[in-house]
């Protein structure tokens, strides 16, 4: 099997859909995973079809017959005895390579017995490797079988030296269907399923970019572990393969990827300057093969580890002549001045210091990766007479590589360093560099700091370097109040020495401790920094002041405000994509999930994991924004699934902050699961992590009101009451309004109210809350406070109170795009056949009804039951007619007063 079916749903369903109307091809590379898409459509369809299977290898294809023997053995013994002997005979004949006029015909009357009673599916694997017999006989019987109830569903694999034609011939005019890459979501699924480590199955995905016949061949091959700084190695057989797999292409195909691979993110137009006029023919095939894929005429190799593969097999002598060709055609000084130095690898000055300088304003560009490259390569190129400007590049050329994610370029670059007598500077900044890949890398950060401060001396600037990076370091790990003193101190020392830049660094970090720990001073410090002229550096724009502001309006709920910022910054570091745009993407999914854009929210969740993925950056971001967008508008078992492998992720990295978030997220989901007890335990989790370090801002990650209603749901009132006592003195200890906590506070004790009979006080606090949230816009909140009400009003028998409540939050979870939220909705369903008799209503306009008051749009209901939008919406006129309302919310109301008490 090459690779999973599963994150292939849509697919199957279109493969199922196209099998009704005719045959159907599915093509991909070598590793895609067509076996297992073809192995679950055929599982699916045992149960209304008959099955032939037939998998054709290289090794049987020379033998004639083979196929249909294979088939042979699985048909029928009634349908082929009923055959006149002509005809079995014409079949036997063609199993053992000899085909006559009579052998198609036969093979179509067997097949056409076998669908007599139901209709017959024929799946054929690797069609490309068909043996010419069964290709001749089989094809021609398939395509007279088409009107007696045979189908064909076959795959065929990119790219093969048979050719397409040979596969045409067997399945006539299919409908093609291409199997697509995996997600990163997925893959690390598909990976860590079985026993890849997160962080190296991310890297993995990196590499592969979601083959998953690829990415599982490499997780086997490293066995689970991968080097610091080590880039994710193709196993030997593996290299063979692919590079069997480019000698199937054609000579001028070959010719434009081993260009391509010497450009490195090759362009149709520079392809097409440097010689190669059908550049982006060649590469479409190529991508068809599997071997590249191409995004705005900008080709990237798959597995990324093919470009260096296919860059070693040029001759030297040929690779100088394309390296000089790229240089005389590059637009951009970078490119030429590149390629030039790949072209003539010898010393020389002028050139290292014009690498230099491209270096610098590539890094200024935010083009980390490029400005890493082109500084080692200065550095490569510089004579004894630049020792000083060398070392100097090669701390460039490790900075901008740790902010590029390359380990490989970084590790390169430290260990020049470490081979020279590079100053103390030079060694400190190489150091705390190298401390942004420790998640990664399995660096000591202890030993790191340790060594810097020991270095750093009484050295102001070197100082508030060091600091800072612990102050950074100790926020990971939650331990806020050091964090806070260091960034105090830096603060200082920036001070003293001029350099605004560092004090805003500092100002900002100092900022957010403080308003962790819930000191009111937090502001004046962030207005302070804000007031610097510190331009933002590319690739720390998610730790700069404008950037923690805009979070603080996220947890004050000024979401309009939160959304235009974060949307301002998106456009500033949006390309080239790095750890700003992912930062900055997880902040506009936590804005979109609170607001009930749950869509948006996935777009934007799932867009942030696919760039820290493809990058290979620490996966903690990424993650946690694909979480938030599941639970906002995904699905809830996956949203459960992929908080818990946050909490791994977290506590495999000891990254405290994210631990508290995805714990919450897990909760939220358990919570929504019905699983109240598992959801309290981990909610006591973060509650326990916050006093152990005396955080004490409850906007920042809400689990108080979360924490008390799971108190509440498994009976445990005191805890409930003291939780809510303790965490409304923090609300009114911080400095901050706190609308959103305080209104998530007012549901949730109105919910221990409702349990200890406190109706009327739980009425008022439900009915606060629920004006809160709309005053804010925050749908979801609005319809958990709705959903308590309406449930006061019931045990109060308040039945038109509670009809309007449950029809409002009906409609807030109904209408827009939260997902998982609408399991809040009452459950049980109005019994049908009740219902039925009562409203006179069909079968069909009772199970609408039913699924109406479960939550389903027309489209979902549409698809459930298999009918169309538009005869759904036209037995709904007809069931808010017999039931007498006018809308949806009426009839939601109406239906779900037939559980009331009488």
């Given amino acids: 099997m090459a690779g999973p079916a599963s994150g292939r749903p849509d697919l199957v369903r279109r493969i199922e859909a196209a099998l009704e109307h005719g045959h159907v091809l599915v093509t991909g590379p070598h590793g895609i995973g067509r076996s297992s898409v073809l192995e679950t459509v055929a599982e699916r369809a045992q149960g209304s079809r008959r099955l032939l299977t037939l998998r ?48 198609a015909t036969a093979w179509l009357g067997l097949l056409s017995e076998m669908a007599r009673e139901r209709p017959l599916l024929v799946v054929v694997d690797d069609v490309q490797w068909a043996d010419p017999v069964t290709e001749e006989v089989l094809g021609a019987a398939l395509s007279a079988a088409r009107g007696v109830g045979v189908r064909a569903l076959a795959s065929f694999a990119l790219p093969t030296s048979r050719g397409r034609e040979r596969t045409q011939s067997l399945v006539e005019e299919p409908v093609e269907l291409r199997v697509p890459t995996l997600s ?24 592969t970019g979601g083959v998953p016949g ?9 066995d689970g572990q991968l080097p610091a700084g080590a880039e994710a190695q193709l196993p030997e057989g593996l290299r063979s393969t692919l590079l069997a797999r480019t000698t199937a ?49 900008r080709a990237r190799f798959v597995p990324q580890a093919l470009r260096a593969l296919l860059a070693d097999e040029v001759e030297a002598s040929e690779r100088t002549v394309l390296h000089r060709r ?106 705390l560099a190298l401390l942004e890949l420790a998640t990664r890398c399995n660096i000591d950060i202890d030993q790191v700091l340790g ?197 791994e992720l977290a506590e495999a990295g000891e990254d405290l902050r994210y631990l508290r978030r995805h714990l919450l997220l897990r909760a939220q989901a358990l919570a929504l699961s019905g699983e109240h007890a598992a959801a309290r335990t981990d909610l006591m989790g ?49 400095g901050v309004a706190h609308r959103g906590v305080s209104a998530q506070l007012d549901r949730s004790e109105a919910e221990l109210c409702a349990a200890t009979g406190e109706l009327a006080q739980a009425a008022v606090l439900a009915a606060a809350s629920s004006a809160a949230f709309a005053s804010l816009g925050q749908p979801v909140e609005q319809a958990r406070a709705l959903l308590v009400s309406a449930s006061v009003a ?43 008799a009562g409203a006179e209503l069909t079968a069909t306009e009772t199970r609408i009804a039913a699924a109406v008051v479960a939550g389903g749009s027309n489209r979902e209901i549409a698809g459930l039951l298999h009918l169309s939008v538009k005869t759904v919406e036209a037995n709904l006129t007809r069931i808010f007619r017999k039931v007498g309302v006018g809308s949806r919310t009426q009839l939601v109301a109406r239906l779900s007063d037939e559980a009331l008490p009488r």
């Fill in 686 to 734: 973060i509650q326990q992590l916050d006093e152990a370090e005396g955080l004490a801002d409850p906007s920042q990650v809400r689990w108080h009101a979360e924490l008390v209603s799971a108190q509440v749901a498994t009976g445990h009132h005191d805890d409930a009451r003291d939780l809510l006592a303790w965490s409304r003195s923090l609300v009114a200890s911080g």
């Fill in 214 to 222: 690829l990415a599982l061949a490499i997780a086997r091959a490293l």
């Fill in 326 to 431: 790229l240089a005389a055609v590059a637009l951009h000084d970078c490119d030429r001045l590149r390629h030039e130095a790949l072209a003539d690898p010898g010393l020389d000055a002028r050139r290292a210091a014009a690498l230099a300088g491209a270096a610098q304003r590539l890094a200024t560009s935010g083009r980390s990766a490029d400005a890493a490259e082109l500084a080692l390569l200065a550095a490569d190129r510089a004579g004894p007479e630049l020792t000083g400007q060398r070392l100097d590049w090669l701390v460039l050329a490790v900075e901008q590589a740790v902010l590029a994610s390359r380990s490989d370029l970084a590790g390169r670059a430290s260990d020049r360093l470490a081979r020279s007598d590079a100053p103390r500077a030079a060694r400190i900044r190489t150091r």
């Fill in 451 to 647: 060594a810097a401060l020991l270095e750093a001396g009484d050295d102001p600037t070197l100082l508030v370097l060091v600091l800072l990076q612990r102050a950074r370091a100790r926020l990971v790990g939650a331990a806020v109040r050091h964090a806070r003193e260091d960034a105090a101190r830096a603060a200082e020392l920036a001070a003293s020495t001029g350099d605004d830049a560092l004090l805003a660094s500092a100002l900002t970090i100092e900022a957010y401790a403080a308003r962790t720990l819930g000191d009111p001073a937090w502001s004046e410090i962030l207005d302070r920094a804000s007031g610097l002229e510190a331009p933002s550096v590319p690739g720390q724009v998610h730790t700069s002041a404008e950037f923690i502001a805009a979070r603080f309006a996220l947890h004050d709920d000024d979401l309009d405000c939160a959304w235009q910022r974060f949307s301002g910054l998106l456009s500033r570091v949006e390309e080239p994509p790095g750890a700003d745009t992912v930062h900055v993407l997880r902040s506009l999914t936590e804005v979109a999930a609170r607001l009930g854009r749950g869509g948006r929210a996935v777009d934007l969740g799932r867009r942030a994991l696919e760039i820290t993925s493809t990058l290979g950056l620490d996966a903690a971001a990424g993650w946690y924004a694909a979480t938030v967008a599941e639970l906002a508008g995904g699905d809830l078992s996956d949203a459960l699934r992929m908080a818990g492998r946050g909490v």
């Fill in 249 to 297: 292409l054609p000579p001028q195909v070959r010719a434009t990827l081993s260009l391509a691979a010497l450009v490195g993110e090759a362009d149709v137009p520079t392809l097409v300057r440097a010689g190669r006029a059908d550049a982006e023919r060649d590469l479409q095939l190529a991508q068809q093969a599997g071997l590249v894929t191409i995004e705005a005429d």
């Fill in 56 to 103: 054709c290898t290289r090794v049987a294809c020379e033998v004639r017959g083979a196929g249909l023997m294979e088939l042979l053995d699985q048909a029928d013994v009634a349908a082929y005895a009923d055959l006149p002997v002509a005809m079995r005979e014409a079949i036997d004949e063609a199993g053992q390579g000899r085909s006559g006029p009579l052998a």
């Fill in 794 to 836: 019931r045990r109060r028998r308040h039945l038109s109170e509670h009809r309007a409540c449950l029809a409002a939050a009906g409609e807030l979870l109904t209408s827009g795009e939260v997902g998982p939220w609408r399991a809040l909705l009452p459950q049980t369903p109005p019994d049908e056949a009740a219902l039925g």
């Fill in 184 to 207: 990163a979501a997925q893959t690390i699924k598909l990976l860590q399923d079985r026993g890849v480590e997160m962080a190296l199955a991310q890297r993995i995905y990196a590499d």
